[in-house]
Nanobody
């Protein structure tokens, strides 16, 4: 009943920018913490960025980033749209990976963890 759908992945040249989006849909009462992960071939899945719930007053709460992306990536959310974004600037070949969104969502009477299907980001000349 609840789905997370990522979009925005693409082939981009080094130094370029992309913005990923992940929209939650279905029977949702509330969306809590939202995260972006990534996984490159032969590598472990890595937590890229986290954003806490901001309630109805703000679009987002506190954020946290992996050291490898600090200063280059920005996570944000739009609570009215149940959507989380990842703005990626100054992209490097080592950023190449499948990016997954993750969210803690209360659907009906229970809070569960959900994953998106992933979107491919390739940084190459």
């Amino acid at each position: 009943q609840v789905q997370l759908v990522e979009s925005g992945g693409a082939l981009v040249q080094p130094g370029g920018s992309l913005r990923l989006s992940c929209a939650a849909s279905g029977s949702i009462r509330s969306v809590n913490t939202m995260r972006w992960y990534r996984q490159a071939p032969g590598k472990q899945r890595e937590l890229v960025a986290t954003i806490s719930s901001g309630g109805s007053i703000s679009s987002g709460g506190s954020t946290n980033y992996a050291d490898s992306v600090k200063g280059r990536f920005t996570i944000s959310r739009d609570n009215a749209k149940n959507t989380v974004y990842l703005q990626m600037n100054s992209l490097r070949p080592e950023d190449t990976a499948v990016y997954y969104c993750n969210a803690e969502i209360t659907s009906e009477a229970y809070r569960l963890n959900y994953w998106g299907q992933g979107t491919q980001v390739t940084v190459s000349s």
